[in-house]
């Protein structure tokens, strides 16, 4: 336990990290490049957000960690067990109880209050990055606002599906002024991202940091005719009856039977055990 | 009448080198102005200058803007800039990949510049797109190809929707007709001059080739060594030149 500094990371990297977190909030979408560190796990497996974890540990804090909306798969409980070796924290798999969500690609169903940070994982921070191959032009574009190219994804979308097909990562307009991607969570999330809590992206590979401060306007990019639509399947949950949270299809056998449950385990579990969701 | 564009002592050096030099003209609501020379004489120099890709070392591009009337476009901000560049400008390449987006659709390439300006309602995106593609001769059924099925001479004219459909008022070419083979070429002048004559353009025009000149260009600015050596009426200057360069031009082209 000795052997490491608190939380992995030396104080020195720790600030460096604080920094670029401050400049994110205080341009909310803005993606601030920071001296990412080689992390003792493959890029991919959440890099950025650990490091932004580890920046904002405290060593009261409660640590919880999502992968997929689950707490048990094997990204969670691995970037879980690390934080309980290198910073000691209390860990849990109960949303409320947590004051640190560190995520992949979930927005927790139960509402995130003020006392808690979430912490994404992001692959691939530039929204603008499948339609404009060169670094320089898309700072360019997003320091002029020129985002004509990100409808024009869109459109691509309604013209070969009939309806704007993008189902993750879905871009967003935050307070009027940068696009951002919001990490691949389903568009269903994407109006959980107006919320009370501080949202802190980092994505490791790429060296960027970007922050939606609490209360923020998040606007799901859309057209008039076409408006923004956080589809979900049309089905209860199989195990708790839910009606209002993201489900995972489950094939069950291999004559296509198939379940739809909550993608959230903690809150199908809680719903089920009768807790207050 | 005010000039659309007034150029006014134009320099670019490549380090040691000359670019263009010192190149004044002006240029009137409706006009087609075409700009010939040999290869390095300058005139892609010139027109990126004029267009905004590359700073000139000194000189004045003063354009006549919509809302403020004549302005120096190169002490203009890059936002200015943009939007003059998506809005009252057009830019239209001698390679199609170069203007368009190969793997968006036809239709997604028209609207890119509409979109670009606030256009959010797909359907009068769609129906615009639609037009356009009519007015350049491609049939709406392929409105959701991708330029890279298209052939050479149909990415050109797309090419060109794209940049028309937001009205222009001035349109930069470089060698519009380049790599085209002549049958292909003769449509296309003749779909280009339409364009440009029912919608009042005014235009400037690259070329090494005097054919498209005489058929497009109203007046005719003869090109050498980053200098203009001749300028005057199209005709005037195809059949009384009066450089020596210019008459050499003009006796090297071959009559079939």
Redesign the interface.
């Known amino acids: 336990m000795n052997a490491y500094n608190f939380a992995y990371l030396d104080e020195q990297t720790k600030r460096m990290i604080r920094r670029a977190i401050l400049k994110g909030v205080a341009v909310p979408g803005y993606q601030v490049p920071f001296a990412s560190r080689e992390m003792p796990m493959p890029y991919g497996w959440g890099t950025g957000g650990v490091q932004v974890t580890a920046a904002c540990l405290t060593p009261e804090d409660t640590l919880k960690v999502i992968d997929q909306g689950a707490d048990d798969t094997t990204n969670a409980v691995s970037i879980r067990k690390f934080f309980e070796k290198t910073a000691g924290v209390a860990v849990t798999e109960k949303t409320g109880e947590a004051t640190i969500i560190q995520t992949r690609h979930r927005i927790p169903e139960q509402t995130l209050t003020e006392d808690q940070i979430l912490v994404y994982q992001v692959p691939i921070p530039e929204p603008l990055r499948f339609l404009e191959p060169s670094e320089v032009e898309t700072r360019k574009m997003h320091a002029?606002?020129?985002?004509?190219?990100m409808?024009?994804k869109l459109?691509?979308d309604?013209?070969?599906h009939g309806e704007i097909a993008t189902a993750y990562a879905y871009p967003v307009k935050v307070e009027g002024r940068y696009v951002m991607d919001p990490s691949p969570i389903p568009k269903f999330d994407n109006p959980k991202l107006e919320s009370a809590a501080l949202q802190l992206f980092g994505a490791g590979r790429e060296q960027r940091i970007y922050a939606v401060p609490p209360y923020t306007k998040v606007v799901s990019l859309?057209?008039?005719?076409?408006p923004f639509d956080p589809s979900k399947p049309a089905h209860p949950c199989a195990l708790c009856g839910a009606e209002d949270s993201y489900l995972d299809e489950v094939i069950t056998d291999d004559a296509g039977s198939r379940m739809f449950v909550c993608s959230d385990t903690d809150y199908c579990a809680g719903r089920r055990e009768g807790r207050d969701a | 009448m005010t000039p659309l564009l007034n150029v006014q002592g134009l320099t670019k050096r490549y380090g040691g080198r000359i670019g263009c030099a010192d190149v004044s003209f002006q240029l009137y609501p409706g006009e087609v102005l075409g700009i010939v020379g040999e290869s390095g004489s300058g005139k892609s120099t010139l027109l990126n200058c004029l267009a905004g890709h590359l700073a000139p070392d000194a000189g004045q591009v003063i354009f006549d803007t919509r809302s403020d009337g004549p302005r120096d476009v190169l002490t203009m901000s890059e936002p200015e800039r943009r939007m003059l560049g998506r809005t009252d400008w057009a830019f239209v390449h001698q390679n199609p990949r170069d203007g368009l987006r190969m793997r968006i659709s036809a239709g997604g390439n028209v609207g890119e510049r509409l979109m670009a300006v606030g256009a959010h309602h797909y359907g009068a995106i769609r129906e615009k797109a639609t037009d356009w593609l009519g007015r350049v001769e491609i049939s709406a059924a392929r409105i959701d190809d991708r330029p890279s099925a298209f052939s050479g001479g149909m990415q050109q004219r797309l090419q060109i929707a794209r940049n028309l459909v937001t009205g222009p008022r001035l349109v930069f070419m470089d060698e519009p007709t380049g790599g085209l083979d002549v049958s292909v070429q003769a449509r296309l002048l003749d779909l280009i001059r339409g364009l440009v004559r029912r919608m009042g353009l005014s235009a400037i025009v690259v070329t090494h080739d005097l054919a498209v000149v005489r058929l497009l260009a109203d007046r005719l600015m003869v090109m050498k060594d980053g200098h203009v050596i001749e300028t005057g009426l199209t005709d005037q200057v195809l059949d009384d030149p009066q450089a020596p360069y210019t008459q050499l031009l003009v006796s090297s082209v071959l009559q079939v």
């Open positions: 002029l606002e020129d985002y004509g190219l409808h024009v459109y691509e309604i013209a070969r859309d057209f008039d005719d076409y």
